[in-house]
């Protein structure tokens, strides 16, 4: 085996045997001390989250030496909390859905659900209610004495927020991450009763009583359909202590089972590219939520992603603006392009807007959601998380392998969970997603290995190649360059090249009680070079290692 990988694996199985003895340790200190975890709150906001990114951590990040010796030498910093076999692992913050057993189309439909929404059968109880720029918000217990969070459409354009809410759960259920339950909520205004001891807070930040005729005026600011309800997504208030935001960044040192800092984290890296594919530019640390519950007897962190009004072609206020998804909040590189350009300089979603007829093209349940002009490479979300940009090739595809999972029709189906009226709503999401998927599929496809799905049996080592498979490659002219290397050293034992998709594997390659490392690459007709290598430990059972060049 190679000692390099030999390392990695010993290291690995020492860190398990620590986590295993960090969690026995801390069920005995529970049984003994009758104490359950304690766990700090993290705060934050759209401020401390523009100051931290924007300012502090860009300004810290040019100071960093390492930061920019590895850009000098391209070195990549691989992350820190994949298995052997180059997957992320089930956590607080991730869980296997879609990339283990593909989803049926019901299940993708109707994401995460413990039930079917608030309970009507009695008056919703507003118990709060917040203005946020123009329009507000409700919290409310119905007769079940479950609690919610209302969000509404914005005037002109009923179903743009609550849909892309309502849709955009569902995707980053099936992907694998925490969510609250969302459902849609067609409500009459009759249905609601202000509770007694109902506060809100204004746009002044001041929190007073929430009067009914205060109620009213904020009834009076949302859009009702012909039938005279207002649609609101209806977020369920989860149970469990709350303990404030997740970092992008930095791991939770009073949690035991977070052990790796988030930025070195896949699916946290992952969530700029998934954040790509739905247009979800206003991702932030501060519509996270951490929130610690009773698992199996032991008081567990769950991290949840929990807002998601500014999906798809979406904001709070109404269409999204065509340069969100081009530019961060503030954005240094931008600002001195355009410096150095005398203001000649048209910028990417300029020239978009401009091809656009300086025109919202989507209809007003739609906003402004287009794949013109769209490169996977340069979407940025609303601030400038250093996670997002440490995405290695190895991350790349596991995101893009892990979107390619999703069929035309499974995203038709979670797309059909927004409930639009107008079935040519649903259409034109569910084709833009469909060209999106693709568009960062055939990039990261492209720049990584996309190999797959190893096996041996037989003396044959096989697997698929994804990039032909989902047609984004040409099967004519390719070659498959396989190295196999002698354990602990970097001498060839032999070297072979195949059109097809395996290779045989003589049994005098495979040490005894030992591990072969092999390393596969794939030379395209329309490229120069070989694409980066893909690592797989064989020995006599079978494949015991896999990993993607980052």
């Given at each position: 085996?190679?000692?390099?990988?030999?390392?990695?694996?010993?290291?690995?199985?020492?860190?398990?045997?620590?986590i295993l003895g960090v969690g026995i340790f801390g069920l005995m200190g529970t049984a003994m001390a009758q104490e359950t975890v304690?766990?700090?709150?993290?705060?934050?906001?759209?401020?401390?989250?523009?100051?931290?990114?924007?300012?502090?951590?860009?300004?810290?990040?040019?100071?960093?030496?390492?930061?920019?010796?590895?850009?000098?030498?391209?070195?990549?910093?691989?992350?820190?909390?994949?298995?052997?076999f180059d997957e992320v692992p089930d956590s607080g913050f991730f869980t296997n859905r879609q990339g283990?057993?593909?989803?049926?189309?019901?299940?993708?439909?109707?994401?995460?659900?413990?039930?079917?929404?608030?309970?009507?059968?009695?008056?919703?109880?507003?118990?709060?209610?917040?203005?946020?720029?123009?329009?507000?918000?409700?919290?409310?217990?119905?007769?079940?004495?479950?609690?919610?969070?209302?969000?509404?459409?914005?005037?002109?354009?009923?179903?743009?927020?609550?849909?892309?809410?309502?849709?955009?759960?569902?995707?980053?259920?099936?992907?694998?991450?925490?969510?609250?339950?969302?459902?849609?909520?067609?409500?009459?205004p009759e249905q609601f009763l202000v509770a007694p001891g109902a506060t809100t807070w204004e746009d002044t930040g001041f929190k007073k009583k929430l009067s009914q005729k205060r109620f009213e005026e904020y009834l009076m600011i949302l859009p009702q359909n012909e039938?005279?309800?207002?649609?609101?997504?209806?977020?369920?208030?989860?149970?469990?202590?709350?303990?404030?935001?997740?970092?992008?960044?930095?791991?939770?040192?009073?949690?035991?089972?977070?052990l790796v800092n988030h930025r070195d984290r896949r699916e946290i890296r992952a969530l700029g590219i998934f954040a790509s594919w739905i247009n979800h530019y206003d991702l932030r640390e501060s519509d996270t939520l951490d929130i610690s519950i009773e698992e199996n007897g032991q008081v567990v962190m769950k991290h949840y992603l929990a807002d998601f009004i500014g999906a798809f072609g979406s904001t709070q206020e109404g269409p999204k603006d065509p340069m969100l998804g081009y530019e961060y909040e503030v954005d240094y590189g931008e600002t001195s392009k355009s410096i150095l350009a005398l203001g000649f300089r048209e910028k990417p979603w300029q020239k978009k807007w401009r091809l656009a007829g300086e025109k919202i093209q989507g209809a007003p349940a739609v906003g402004y959601f287009t794949n013109e002009l769209f490169d996977p490479a340069r979407y940025k979300t609303q601030f400038p998380y250093e996670a997002f940009r440490l995405v290695t090739r190895a991350d790349g595809f596991w995101a893009a392998k892990l979107l390619m999972s999703f069929?035309?029709?499974?995203?038709?189906?979670?797309?059909?969970?927004?409930?639009?009226?107008?079935?040519?709503?649903?259409?034109?999401?569910?084709?833009?997603?469909?060209?999106?998927?693709?568009?960062?599929?055939?990039?990261?496809?492209?720049?990584?290995?996309?190999?797959?799905?190893?096996?041996?049996?037989?003396?044959?080592?096989?697997?698929?190649?994804?990039?032909?498979?989902?047609?984004?490659?040409?099967k004519e002219g390719t070659v498959y360059h396989l190295e196999v290397m002698s354990e602990g050293k970097k001498e060839k034992i032999a070297q072979l090249e195949t059109k097809e998709l395996d290779f045989d594997i003589r049994s005098e390659w495979i040490p005894a009680n030992g591990e072969v490392r092999i390393l596969l690459r794939v030379a395209r007709a329309s490229a120069k070079t070989l694409s980066p290598a893909v690592t797989i430990l064989l020995n006599a059972t079978g494949v015991q290692g896999i990993r993607h060049e980052d």
């Open positions: 085996m190679n000692m390099k990988l030999k390392k990695i694996k010993q290291i690995r199985q020492v860190l398990a045997f620590v304690k766990f700090k709150e993290s705060e934050s906001s759209f401020y401390s989250d523009l100051f931290d990114q924007n300012i502090y951590n860009e300004g810290v990040n040019q100071l960093d030496l390492g930061r920019w010796g590895r850009k000098l030498f391209k070195k990549e910093l691989p992350s820190k909390n994949v298995n052997v283990r057993e593909k989803l049926s189309l019901e299940a993708l439909e109707k994401g995460y659900q413990e039930n079917a929404g608030p309970d009507l059968s009695k008056p919703l109880q507003v118990i709060a209610a917040e203005q946020r720029g123009i329009y507000p918000r409700f919290w409310v217990r119905d007769a079940r004495g479950d609690e919610y969070l209302l969000e509404f459409d914005p005037q002109g354009n009923m179903e743009l927020v609550t849909g892309a809410e309502i849709i955009a759960s569902r995707f980053y259920y099936a992907l694998g991450y925490t969510v609250p339950q969302f459902t849609i909520l067609p409500i009459k039938e005279g309800l207002y649609r609101a997504s209806a977020c369920k208030i989860m149970k469990g202590d709350y303990h404030g935001i997740f970092s992008f960044e930095s791991r939770r040192k009073d949690d035991p089972a977070d069929s035309d029709e499974g995203i038709r189906a979670m797309v059909k969970a927004g409930r639009y009226r107008d079935a040519k709503n649903a259409e034109v999401i569910t084709k833009t997603l469909i060209e999106r998927r693709d568009i960062i599929a055939r990039y990261w496809f492209s720049r990584a290995n996309p190999l797959d799905g190893f096996s041996f049996s037989g003396g044959k080592l096989s697997f698929k190649d994804l990039a032909v498979e989902y047609g984004m490659a040409s």
